[in-house]
Protein backbone atom coordinates (compact mmCIF):
# COMPACT_ATOMS: atom_id res chain seq x y z
CA UNK A 1 0.00 0.00 0.00
CA UNK A 2 0.83 3.74 -0.66
CA UNK A 3 0.20 6.17 1.85
CA UNK A 4 -0.73 9.72 1.13
CA UNK A 5 1.07 10.68 4.47
CA UNK A 6 3.94 8.84 6.46
CA UNK A 7 4.39 10.46 10.17
CA UNK A 8 7.87 9.50 11.53
CA UNK A 9 7.28 9.96 15.30
CA UNK A 10 4.40 9.74 17.35
CA UNK A 11 5.02 12.94 19.77
CA UNK A 12 3.21 16.09 20.15
CA UNK A 13 3.44 16.94 16.61
CA UNK A 14 3.15 13.53 15.09
CA UNK A 15 -0.45 13.25 17.45
CA UNK A 16 -1.89 16.49 15.59
CA UNK A 17 -1.04 16.01 12.38
CA UNK A 18 -2.20 11.85 12.50
CA UNK A 19 -5.25 13.37 13.58
CA UNK A 20 -5.72 16.30 11.57
CA UNK A 21 -5.15 14.51 8.23
CA UNK A 22 -6.67 12.02 8.56
CA UNK A 23 -10.53 14.73 8.88
CA UNK A 24 -10.24 13.90 5.40
CA UNK A 25 -11.39 10.72 4.61
CA UNK A 26 -9.68 10.38 1.35
CA UNK A 27 -6.37 10.58 2.97
CA UNK A 28 -4.14 7.66 4.07
CA UNK A 29 -2.11 8.08 7.10
CA UNK A 30 0.51 5.70 8.18
CA UNK A 31 1.37 7.30 12.08
CA UNK A 32 5.02 5.55 13.01
CA UNK A 33 6.14 5.51 17.02
CA UNK A 34 9.48 3.88 17.88
CA UNK A 35 7.61 3.52 22.04
CA UNK A 36 5.32 2.20 22.93
CA UNK A 37 1.21 2.86 22.77
CA UNK A 38 -0.86 4.40 25.09
CA UNK A 39 -4.26 3.78 23.97
CA UNK A 40 -7.58 4.44 25.81
CA UNK A 41 -8.36 2.86 28.55
CA UNK A 42 -5.01 1.12 29.19
CA UNK A 43 -2.52 4.52 29.38
CA UNK A 44 0.34 3.91 32.12
CA UNK A 45 -0.50 5.20 35.70
CA UNK A 46 2.82 6.65 35.46
CA UNK A 47 1.74 9.01 32.47
CA UNK A 48 -1.96 9.85 33.71
CA UNK A 49 -0.20 10.95 37.09
CA UNK A 50 -0.88 14.56 37.62
CA UNK A 51 2.58 14.97 39.25
CA UNK A 52 4.96 14.57 36.34
CA UNK A 53 8.11 13.04 38.26
CA UNK A 54 7.28 9.44 37.72
CA UNK A 55 6.47 8.89 34.16
CA UNK A 56 9.65 11.44 33.60
CA UNK A 57 12.41 9.16 35.71
CA UNK A 58 10.65 6.10 34.17
CA UNK A 59 13.02 4.34 31.63
CA UNK A 60 10.17 2.61 29.44
CA UNK A 61 9.46 6.21 28.12
CA UNK A 62 13.09 7.15 27.36
CA UNK A 63 15.88 6.56 24.58
CA UNK A 64 17.59 5.13 27.19
CA UNK A 65 21.09 5.47 25.07
CA UNK A 66 20.70 8.92 24.37
CA UNK A 67 23.44 11.21 25.92
CA UNK A 68 24.13 14.45 25.65
CA UNK A 69 26.67 17.78 26.70
CA UNK A 70 25.58 20.26 27.70
CA UNK A 71 28.31 22.57 28.97
CA UNK A 72 30.67 24.60 26.40
CA UNK A 73 33.69 22.60 25.31
CA UNK A 74 37.29 24.65 25.57
CA UNK A 75 38.82 24.86 22.32
CA UNK A 76 41.37 27.25 23.40
CA UNK A 77 42.79 24.92 25.77
CA UNK A 78 43.86 21.30 24.13
CA UNK A 79 44.77 20.20 27.58
CA UNK A 80 41.29 20.70 29.53
CA UNK A 81 39.33 17.78 29.79
CA UNK A 82 36.03 18.13 28.35
CA UNK A 83 32.62 17.64 29.90
CA UNK A 84 30.95 14.83 30.23
CA UNK A 85 28.47 13.21 28.43
CA UNK A 86 25.32 13.24 30.59
CA UNK A 87 21.54 10.98 29.99
CA UNK A 88 19.10 12.78 28.62
CA UNK A 89 15.51 12.21 29.10
CA UNK A 90 14.21 12.02 25.83
CA UNK A 91 10.77 10.62 25.27
CA UNK A 92 10.24 7.40 23.45
CA UNK A 93 6.66 7.04 23.85
CA UNK A 94 3.06 7.80 21.99
CA UNK A 95 2.68 11.50 22.83
CA UNK A 96 6.07 12.17 23.22
CA UNK A 97 7.51 14.93 25.64
CA UNK A 98 3.80 15.76 26.31
CA UNK A 99 3.50 12.37 28.23
CA UNK A 100 6.41 12.72 30.11
CA UNK A 101 7.03 17.14 30.93
CA UNK A 102 5.83 18.96 33.26
CA UNK A 103 2.34 19.38 31.75
CA UNK A 104 3.08 23.28 31.29
CA UNK A 105 0.72 24.96 29.35
CA UNK A 106 2.02 28.37 28.11
CA UNK A 107 2.85 29.77 24.40
CA UNK A 108 5.67 32.58 24.50
CA UNK A 109 5.29 35.99 23.93
CA UNK A 110 3.90 38.28 20.92
CA UNK A 111 7.75 39.83 20.60
CA UNK A 112 8.74 35.84 20.21
CA UNK A 113 6.85 35.24 17.42
CA UNK A 114 7.27 38.74 15.75
CA UNK A 115 10.91 37.57 15.69
CA UNK A 116 10.56 33.95 13.80
CA UNK A 117 8.60 36.08 11.20
CA UNK A 118 11.89 38.71 11.17
CA UNK A 119 13.62 35.55 11.07
CA UNK A 120 12.37 34.30 7.94
CA UNK A 121 9.52 32.35 8.88
CA UNK A 122 6.77 34.52 7.03
CA UNK A 123 3.63 34.00 8.70
CA UNK A 124 4.53 33.11 11.89
CA UNK A 125 4.22 36.47 13.44
CA UNK A 126 1.70 36.64 16.94
CA UNK A 127 -1.42 36.99 14.75
CA UNK A 128 -0.80 34.09 12.69
CA UNK A 129 -0.05 31.86 15.28
CA UNK A 130 -2.25 32.89 18.08
CA UNK A 131 -5.35 31.36 15.99
CA UNK A 132 -3.82 27.60 16.68
CA UNK A 133 -2.80 28.30 19.78
CA UNK A 134 -6.82 28.59 20.41
CA UNK A 135 -7.55 25.76 18.13
CA UNK A 136 -5.41 23.27 20.29
CA UNK A 137 -7.00 23.78 23.50
CA UNK A 138 -9.93 24.04 25.80
CA UNK A 139 -9.51 26.42 28.31
CA UNK A 140 -11.21 25.49 31.35
CA UNK A 141 -10.92 28.89 33.43
CA UNK A 142 -11.13 31.85 31.26
CA UNK A 143 -12.55 32.28 27.97
CA UNK A 144 -11.87 35.90 25.11
CA UNK A 145 -9.75 36.99 22.35
CA UNK A 146 -6.77 34.68 24.03
CA UNK A 147 -8.44 31.46 24.74
CA UNK A 148 -9.43 28.48 23.01
CA UNK A 149 -12.67 26.35 24.16
CA UNK A 150 -12.88 23.83 21.40
CA UNK A 151 -9.40 22.00 21.33
CA UNK A 152 -8.11 18.51 21.89
CA UNK A 153 -6.23 19.77 24.85
CA UNK A 154 -7.83 21.40 28.02
CA UNK A 155 -6.04 23.83 30.26
CA UNK A 156 -6.20 25.17 33.49
CA UNK A 157 -4.49 26.59 36.41
CA UNK A 158 -4.31 25.94 40.46
CA UNK A 159 -5.51 29.52 41.86
CA UNK A 160 -3.50 30.59 45.43
CA UNK A 161 -6.10 29.66 48.00
CA UNK A 162 -4.77 25.81 46.70
CA UNK A 163 -1.37 26.24 46.59
CA UNK A 164 0.81 24.70 48.61
CA UNK A 165 2.51 26.34 52.05
CA UNK A 166 5.94 26.75 50.10
CA UNK A 167 4.32 28.31 47.23
CA UNK A 168 1.97 30.37 49.05
CA UNK A 169 4.82 31.83 51.21
CA UNK A 170 7.12 32.12 47.70
CA UNK A 171 4.54 34.38 46.43
CA UNK A 172 4.84 36.65 49.72
CA UNK A 173 8.28 36.89 49.43
CA UNK A 174 8.05 37.91 45.24
CA UNK A 175 5.32 40.38 46.40
CA UNK A 176 8.04 41.87 48.76
CA UNK A 177 10.43 42.22 46.00
CA UNK A 178 7.82 43.66 43.92
CA UNK A 179 5.94 41.55 41.95
CA UNK A 180 2.34 41.73 40.95
CA UNK A 181 -0.34 39.02 40.93
CA UNK A 182 -0.96 38.19 37.23
CA UNK A 183 -3.82 35.93 37.10
CA UNK A 184 -3.98 34.79 33.12
CA UNK A 185 0.09 34.00 32.19
CA UNK A 186 -1.32 33.61 28.61
CA UNK A 187 -3.13 36.52 27.91
CA UNK A 188 -1.51 38.98 30.12
CA UNK A 189 1.77 39.29 28.80
CA UNK A 190 3.45 41.67 31.59
CA UNK A 191 6.03 40.36 34.28
CA UNK A 192 4.41 39.27 37.82
CA UNK A 193 3.97 35.80 39.87
CA UNK A 194 1.20 33.82 38.29
CA UNK A 195 -0.83 30.36 38.75
CA UNK A 196 1.01 28.22 35.76
CA UNK A 197 -1.00 27.11 33.11
CA UNK A 198 -1.13 23.12 32.54
CA UNK A 199 -2.07 20.22 30.44
CA UNK A 200 -4.38 18.61 33.01
CA UNK A 201 -7.73 18.03 33.89
CA UNK A 202 -9.43 15.81 36.71
CA UNK A 203 -5.94 15.82 37.99
CA UNK A 204 -5.13 13.52 34.77
CA UNK A 205 -2.36 14.44 32.41
CA UNK A 206 -3.70 15.16 29.04
CA UNK A 207 -1.47 14.53 26.43
CA UNK A 208 -1.58 14.89 22.84
CA UNK A 209 -1.75 10.91 22.32
CA UNK A 210 -4.86 11.46 24.56
CA UNK A 211 -6.54 14.42 23.53
CA UNK A 212 -5.80 13.99 19.48
CA UNK A 213 -5.64 10.31 19.14
CA UNK A 214 -8.72 9.31 21.19
CA UNK A 215 -10.78 6.59 20.02
CA UNK A 216 -12.90 7.93 17.88
CA UNK A 217 -9.80 9.15 15.99
CA UNK A 218 -8.30 5.60 16.61
CA UNK A 219 -11.37 4.08 14.88
CA UNK A 220 -10.94 5.97 11.43
CA UNK A 221 -10.16 3.27 8.70
CA UNK A 222 -7.51 5.27 6.61
CA UNK A 223 -5.40 6.00 9.99
CA UNK A 224 -2.69 3.18 10.63
CA UNK A 225 -0.78 3.39 13.88
CA UNK A 226 2.09 1.37 14.23
CA UNK A 227 4.05 1.91 17.30
CA UNK A 228 7.02 -0.45 18.74
CA UNK A 229 8.54 1.25 14.93
CA UNK A 230 11.91 2.49 14.37
CA UNK A 231 12.88 4.09 11.22
CA UNK A 232 16.22 3.51 10.16
CA UNK A 233 15.80 5.28 6.92
CA UNK A 234 14.56 7.44 4.28
CA UNK A 235 13.77 6.18 0.74
CA UNK A 236 14.41 8.54 -2.10
CA UNK A 237 13.98 7.52 -6.14
CA UNK A 238 16.30 10.88 -7.22
CA UNK A 239 15.81 13.96 -5.28
CA UNK A 240 12.55 12.84 -3.65
CA UNK A 241 11.44 11.05 -0.71
CA UNK A 242 9.35 8.23 -1.45
CA UNK A 243 9.70 5.99 1.75
CA UNK A 244 11.10 5.11 4.96
CA UNK A 245 12.48 1.66 5.91
CA UNK A 246 11.62 0.58 9.65
CA UNK A 247 12.01 -1.86 12.29
CA UNK A 248 8.52 -2.79 13.10
CA UNK A 249 8.80 -4.60 16.85
CA UNK A 250 12.11 -6.30 15.13
CA UNK A 251 11.23 -7.03 11.49
CA UNK A 252 12.37 -4.80 8.59
CA UNK A 253 10.22 -3.42 6.49
CA UNK A 254 9.64 -0.82 3.89
CA UNK A 255 6.73 1.49 3.70
CA UNK A 256 5.72 4.78 0.81
CA UNK A 257 4.02 7.30 0.75
CA UNK A 258 3.50 10.58 -1.46
CA UNK A 259 4.75 12.86 1.54
CA UNK A 260 7.42 11.94 4.38
CA UNK A 261 6.72 14.54 7.66
CA UNK A 262 9.52 13.83 10.44
CA UNK A 263 8.12 14.58 13.72
CA UNK A 264 11.18 13.11 15.40
CA UNK A 265 11.98 16.12 17.79
CA UNK A 266 15.29 18.31 17.24
CA UNK A 267 17.49 15.40 17.65
CA UNK A 268 16.05 12.69 16.33
CA UNK A 269 14.69 15.21 12.93
CA UNK A 270 18.24 16.24 11.96
CA UNK A 271 19.89 12.97 12.57
CA UNK A 272 16.75 11.73 10.16
CA UNK A 273 18.25 14.10 7.41
CA UNK A 274 21.87 13.76 7.68
CA UNK A 275 21.43 9.84 7.31
CA UNK A 276 20.05 10.25 3.86
CA UNK A 277 22.49 12.89 3.07
CA UNK A 278 20.74 15.86 3.55
CA UNK A 279 23.12 18.58 5.66
CA UNK A 280 26.48 20.17 6.21
CA UNK A 281 28.81 19.27 3.55
CA UNK A 282 32.18 18.36 4.66
CA UNK A 283 30.39 16.50 7.94
CA UNK A 284 28.79 14.24 5.36
CA UNK A 285 31.60 13.55 3.77
CA UNK A 286 33.60 12.95 6.95
CA UNK A 287 30.44 9.94 7.24
CA UNK A 288 31.31 8.51 3.97
CA UNK A 289 27.74 9.82 2.84
CA UNK A 290 26.91 11.15 -0.43
CA UNK A 291 25.28 13.95 -0.49
CA UNK A 292 21.52 14.97 -1.51
CA UNK A 293 21.06 18.05 -0.64
CA UNK A 294 23.87 20.64 0.99
CA UNK A 295 22.27 22.39 4.00
CA UNK A 296 24.82 23.70 6.28
CA UNK A 297 21.83 24.29 9.13
CA UNK A 298 20.78 21.12 9.49
CA UNK A 299 21.56 19.85 13.21
CA UNK A 300 22.95 23.63 13.74
CA UNK A 301 21.71 26.05 16.22
CA UNK A 302 20.21 23.58 18.45
CA UNK A 303 19.12 25.55 21.49
CA UNK A 304 17.23 25.29 25.00
CA UNK A 305 16.54 27.31 27.55
CA UNK A 306 19.83 27.13 30.43
CA UNK A 307 18.39 26.55 34.20
CA UNK A 308 19.90 26.12 37.48
CA UNK A 309 17.99 25.88 40.87
CA UNK A 310 18.25 27.11 44.20
CA UNK A 311 16.92 24.28 47.17
CA UNK A 312 16.18 23.99 50.77
CA UNK A 313 14.51 21.81 53.38
CA UNK A 314 10.93 21.86 53.32
CA UNK A 315 9.06 21.60 56.65
CA UNK A 316 6.00 19.18 56.72
CA UNK A 317 3.87 22.70 56.96
CA UNK A 318 5.18 23.69 53.21
CA UNK A 319 4.83 20.43 51.46
CA UNK A 320 2.20 18.94 48.76
CA UNK A 321 -1.25 19.42 50.14
CA UNK A 322 -4.39 17.23 49.31
CA UNK A 323 -5.62 18.88 46.86
CA UNK A 324 -3.58 18.43 43.83
CA UNK A 325 -0.72 15.80 43.35
CA UNK A 326 0.72 19.05 40.89
CA UNK A 327 4.14 20.23 42.23
CA UNK A 328 4.65 23.64 39.97
CA UNK A 329 1.45 25.71 40.93
CA UNK A 330 3.77 28.83 41.20
CA UNK A 331 5.57 30.39 38.95
CA UNK A 332 7.35 34.40 38.17
CA UNK A 333 7.97 36.23 34.99
CA UNK A 334 10.56 39.25 35.18
CA UNK A 335 12.68 41.12 33.30
CA UNK A 336 16.36 40.96 34.40
CA UNK A 337 17.34 44.57 32.38
CA UNK A 338 20.66 42.51 31.51
CA UNK A 339 21.27 42.86 27.81
CA UNK A 340 18.92 44.65 24.99
CA UNK A 341 16.54 42.13 25.28
CA UNK A 342 12.59 41.78 25.59
CA UNK A 343 10.65 42.00 28.28
CA UNK A 344 9.98 38.70 30.63
CA UNK A 345 13.04 37.24 29.54
CA UNK A 346 13.70 35.30 33.05
CA UNK A 347 11.34 32.85 34.40
CA UNK A 348 11.17 30.88 37.83
CA UNK A 349 9.24 27.83 38.64
CA UNK A 350 8.20 27.22 42.29
CA UNK A 351 8.46 23.39 43.28
CA UNK A 352 6.78 21.84 46.19
CA UNK A 353 8.52 18.19 45.63
CA UNK A 354 11.66 18.18 43.89
CA UNK A 355 11.21 14.03 43.36
CA UNK A 356 9.14 10.70 43.61
CA UNK A 357 10.70 9.69 46.13
CA UNK A 358 10.57 10.38 49.89
CA UNK A 359 13.66 13.09 49.77
CA UNK A 360 12.11 14.67 46.85
CA UNK A 361 8.91 15.54 49.16
CA UNK A 362 11.09 17.14 51.10
CA UNK A 363 13.19 19.79 48.85
CA UNK A 364 11.99 22.42 47.74
CA UNK A 365 13.84 24.79 44.70
CA UNK A 366 13.34 27.38 43.16
CA UNK A 367 14.15 26.56 39.27
CA UNK A 368 15.22 29.56 37.70
CA UNK A 369 15.77 29.58 33.47
CA UNK A 370 16.41 31.95 31.18
CA UNK A 371 13.18 32.55 29.08
CA UNK A 372 14.91 34.37 26.37
CA UNK A 373 17.78 31.97 25.18
CA UNK A 374 20.88 34.09 23.75
CA UNK A 375 22.53 30.89 23.81
CA UNK A 376 22.36 29.78 20.19
CA UNK A 377 25.73 27.56 19.46
CA UNK A 378 24.51 24.00 19.55
CA UNK A 379 24.55 21.28 17.47
CA UNK A 380 23.27 17.52 16.29
CA UNK A 381 25.92 15.81 14.93
CA UNK A 382 26.00 11.84 13.79
CA UNK A 383 28.39 9.53 14.94
CA UNK A 384 28.34 7.08 12.23
CA UNK A 385 25.84 6.24 9.48
CA UNK A 386 23.78 3.38 11.02
CA UNK A 387 20.34 4.23 12.84
CA UNK A 388 21.23 2.13 16.31
CA UNK A 389 24.02 4.50 17.01
CA UNK A 390 22.66 7.76 18.63
CA UNK A 391 23.74 11.20 17.73
CA UNK A 392 26.29 13.33 19.45
CA UNK A 393 24.44 16.19 21.07
CA UNK A 394 25.75 19.40 22.18
CA UNK A 395 24.22 21.95 23.39
CA UNK A 396 26.64 24.12 24.22
CA UNK A 397 24.50 26.42 27.09
CA UNK A 398 25.80 29.75 28.38
CA UNK A 399 27.71 30.28 25.05
CA UNK A 400 26.40 33.87 25.40
CA UNK A 401 27.57 35.24 28.39
CA UNK A 402 24.00 37.24 28.83
CA UNK A 403 22.94 34.01 29.89
CA UNK A 404 25.51 33.70 32.31
CA UNK A 405 24.80 36.66 34.07
CA UNK A 406 21.19 36.53 34.17
CA UNK A 407 21.27 32.98 36.16
CA UNK A 408 23.89 34.48 38.34
CA UNK A 409 22.00 37.23 39.02
CA UNK A 410 18.50 35.15 39.07
CA UNK A 411 19.96 32.93 41.61
CA UNK A 412 20.76 36.05 44.46
CA UNK A 413 16.89 37.21 43.57
CA UNK A 414 15.89 33.47 44.85
CA UNK A 415 18.38 33.42 47.02
CA UNK A 416 16.92 36.66 48.61
CA UNK A 417 13.78 35.27 48.75
CA UNK A 418 14.50 32.48 51.21
CA UNK A 419 15.39 34.75 53.15
CA UNK A 420 11.65 36.12 53.98
CA UNK A 421 9.94 35.83 56.93
CA UNK A 422 6.77 33.39 55.68
CA UNK A 423 9.70 31.36 53.65
CA UNK A 424 12.21 30.93 56.29
CA UNK A 425 9.19 29.71 58.37
CA UNK A 426 8.93 26.64 56.31
CA UNK A 427 12.40 26.15 54.69
CA UNK A 428 16.12 25.70 56.35
CA UNK A 429 19.46 25.00 54.98
CA UNK A 430 18.89 26.55 51.73
CA UNK A 431 21.99 25.20 49.25
CA UNK A 432 22.59 25.49 45.43
CA UNK A 433 21.28 22.45 43.67
CA UNK A 434 23.00 20.39 40.84
CA UNK A 435 21.28 17.86 38.70
CA UNK A 436 24.37 15.44 38.89
CA UNK A 437 24.64 12.12 37.86
CA UNK A 438 24.35 10.87 41.61
CA UNK A 439 20.57 12.74 41.52
CA UNK A 440 20.26 11.18 38.20
CA UNK A 441 20.66 7.60 39.65
CA UNK A 442 18.54 8.58 42.49
CA UNK A 443 15.79 9.67 40.61
CA UNK A 444 15.17 5.91 38.77
CA UNK A 445 12.34 4.62 39.88
CA UNK A 446 12.70 1.11 41.28
CA UNK A 447 12.79 -0.43 44.80
CA UNK A 448 15.98 0.37 45.48
CA UNK A 449 15.57 3.90 45.53
CA UNK A 450 12.64 4.19 46.87
CA UNK A 451 13.92 1.83 49.78
CA UNK A 452 17.32 4.78 50.27
CA UNK A 453 15.13 7.27 50.22
CA UNK A 454 13.08 5.82 52.80
CA UNK A 455 15.61 6.00 55.48
CA UNK A 456 17.25 9.32 54.45
CA UNK A 457 13.81 11.30 54.48
CA UNK A 458 13.29 10.35 58.24
CA UNK A 459 16.83 11.19 59.18
CA UNK A 460 16.18 14.65 57.39
CA UNK A 461 13.14 14.85 59.67
CA UNK A 462 15.31 13.92 62.82
CA UNK A 463 17.01 17.15 64.63
CA UNK A 464 18.48 20.23 63.08
CA UNK A 465 22.00 19.51 63.96
CA UNK A 466 21.88 16.00 62.18
CA UNK A 467 19.76 17.96 59.14
CA UNK A 468 23.05 20.42 59.27
CA UNK A 469 25.61 17.44 59.26
CA UNK A 470 23.38 15.36 56.10
CA UNK A 471 23.16 18.78 53.75
CA UNK A 472 26.82 19.86 54.66
CA UNK A 473 28.11 16.31 53.81
CA UNK A 474 25.76 14.38 51.66
CA UNK A 475 23.34 16.54 49.58
CA UNK A 476 25.36 19.91 48.97
CA UNK A 477 27.79 19.01 46.21
CA UNK A 478 30.71 21.33 46.00
CA UNK A 479 29.27 25.08 46.36
CA UNK A 480 27.78 26.25 49.91
CA UNK A 481 24.55 28.75 49.84
CA UNK A 482 26.63 31.47 51.49
CA UNK A 483 28.84 30.98 49.21
CA UNK A 484 27.72 31.75 46.51
CA UNK A 485 25.52 34.24 47.44
CA UNK A 486 28.33 36.46 48.81
CA UNK A 487 31.37 35.56 46.57
CA UNK A 488 30.49 36.11 42.24
CA UNK A 489 33.16 33.92 41.24
CA UNK A 490 31.94 31.05 43.18
CA UNK A 491 28.42 31.85 41.82
CA UNK A 492 29.93 31.98 38.39
CA UNK A 493 31.87 28.72 38.95
CA UNK A 494 28.39 26.98 40.47
CA UNK A 495 26.87 28.23 37.39
CA UNK A 496 28.82 26.89 35.08
CA UNK A 497 29.02 23.43 36.60
CA UNK A 498 25.43 23.01 37.33
CA UNK A 499 23.39 24.86 34.92
CA UNK A 500 20.89 22.29 32.90
CA UNK A 501 18.86 22.74 29.51
CA UNK A 502 15.23 21.68 30.77
CA UNK A 503 14.36 19.59 28.18
CA UNK A 504 13.11 22.27 25.10
CA UNK A 505 15.67 20.86 22.65
CA UNK A 506 14.77 23.34 19.78
CA UNK A 507 15.79 24.77 16.02
CA UNK A 508 18.01 22.50 14.34
CA UNK A 509 15.86 22.31 11.34
CA UNK A 510 14.73 25.90 11.77
CA UNK A 511 12.15 27.99 8.91
CA UNK A 512 13.59 30.61 6.95
CA UNK A 513 13.65 32.86 3.96
CA UNK A 514 14.42 31.58 0.66
CA UNK A 515 18.22 33.26 0.52
CA UNK A 516 18.90 32.51 4.49
CA UNK A 517 21.74 29.96 3.46
CA UNK A 518 21.24 28.32 7.11
CA UNK A 519 17.43 27.98 6.86
CA UNK A 520 16.41 23.95 6.67
CA UNK A 521 12.89 24.57 6.14
CA UNK A 522 10.47 26.99 4.54
CA UNK A 523 7.32 28.20 6.41
CA UNK A 524 5.71 25.36 5.98
CA UNK A 525 8.26 22.60 7.21
CA UNK A 526 9.21 21.57 3.95
CA UNK A 527 13.19 20.46 3.60
CA UNK A 528 14.80 22.39 1.34
CA UNK A 529 16.61 20.81 -2.00
CA UNK A 530 14.46 17.59 -1.99
CA UNK A 531 10.76 16.73 -2.46
CA UNK A 532 8.07 14.89 -0.36
CA UNK A 533 9.05 15.61 2.71
CA UNK A 534 8.66 17.85 5.67
CA UNK A 535 9.77 18.68 8.71
CA UNK A 536 7.27 19.35 11.67
CA UNK A 537 8.30 19.58 15.23
CA UNK A 538 10.75 21.81 17.69
CA UNK A 539 13.53 21.49 15.51
CA UNK A 540 11.88 24.09 12.57
CA UNK A 541 11.63 27.15 15.34
CA UNK A 542 13.43 29.68 14.11
CA UNK A 543 14.11 30.40 17.90
CA UNK A 544 13.46 29.20 20.63
CA UNK A 545 10.11 31.09 22.24
CA UNK A 546 10.14 32.10 25.54
CA UNK A 547 8.17 29.02 26.81
CA UNK A 548 7.96 25.41 27.32
CA UNK A 549 8.05 24.09 24.00
CA UNK A 550 4.84 21.46 24.10
CA UNK A 551 2.43 24.30 22.96
CA UNK A 552 4.71 25.85 20.66
CA UNK A 553 4.97 22.63 19.32
CA UNK A 554 1.05 21.49 19.35
CA UNK A 555 0.33 24.96 17.70
CA UNK A 556 3.18 24.49 14.89
CA UNK A 557 1.49 21.25 13.76
CA UNK A 558 -1.91 22.29 13.81
CA UNK A 559 -1.08 25.69 11.83
CA UNK A 560 1.29 23.11 9.00
CA UNK A 561 -1.67 20.27 9.00
CA UNK A 562 -3.76 23.41 7.71
CA UNK A 563 -1.89 24.28 5.15
CA UNK A 564 -1.10 20.78 3.89
CA UNK A 565 -4.74 19.85 3.80
CA UNK A 566 -5.46 23.34 1.87
CA UNK A 567 -2.54 22.61 -1.17
Known amino acids: MTYDYIIVGGGSAGSVLAN???????????????????????????????????????????????????????????TEAPPPFRKYEQARVLGGGSSINGQLANRGAPTDYAEWEARGARGWNWDGVLPYFRKVERDLDFDGPYHGKDGHIPVRRIFPEHWTGFAKAAAKAFEAQGWNYVEDQNGEFVDGYLPLTHSNANEQRVSAAIGYLAPETRLRKNLTISTGTEVSSLIFEGNRCVGVRANVKGRAQEFRANEIVLCSGAIHSPAHLMRAGIGPVGHLKDLGIDVRAALPGVGQRLTDHPAISVSAYLRAQGRQNQHTRRH????????????????????????????????????????????????????????SRDARDEPLVEF?????????????????????????PEVQKITTNPFPAAYSDRVRALGVVCTKNKIITGVAARLLDGPQFLRNYLFDNVIVEGFKFNQVMQDDEALEAFVRKATIGVWHASCTCRMGADNDPMAVTDNQGRVRGVGGLRVVDASIFPMVPSANTNFPVLMSAEKIADAMLAA
Request: charged residues 25%.
Open 328 to 383: MTLGLRYSSGIGDLPPGDMFVSVVSKSAWHDVGKRIASMLIWVNRTCSERGEVKLV
Open 20 to 78: RLSAKSSNKILLLEAGPDTPHGAVPKEILDSYPGTAYFDPRFHWTKLRVRTEVVSHNNP
Open 396 to 420: NLLSDRRDLERLMDGFKRMGQAYAH
